[in-house]
């Protein structure tokens, strides 16, 4: 799946994620759309950082139930998730939706090591 210049791009982070807007000057300087949800839905995501932080499960059906009601109401094509709490979500949470999620963990390691590949590090 490819993420396409004007879509919606959300970000599901802790409070200080979602207070600052720390991704939102990238993600518009790339042309998306940054959503900035209702703090509903940002309580929502902080009791699901909190579950798993406890090392509760979180239930599939509601997350992902989550997940379709967020994308409908914002039109999100894609969700990042900038919280590493999340990256250790299986993918069964985040497989057979219509949105792609880009984990930020994932993402910055992966940069890491292409740098330093880049550099002979």
Known sequence: ????????????????????????????????????????Y????LSYIESIKKGN?????????????????????TIILGCTEFGCLSSAYTENTNVIFIDSDTELASHIVNLAYKFNL
Do not use: M, R
């Open 1 to 40: 799946n490819k993420v396409n210049p004007g879509e919606n791009v959300a970000v599901f982070g802790g409070s200080i994620t979602y207070q600052a807007k720390l991704y939102k000057p990238y993600i518009e300087k790339e042309g998306f759309k940054y959503i900035e949800h209702e703090e509903k």
């Open 42 to 45: 940002q309580n929502l995501i």
């Open 57 to 77: 499960k979180i239930d599939l059906s509601d997350f992902k139930n989550f997940i379709s009601e967020y994308s409908s109401k914002y039109q999100t094509a």
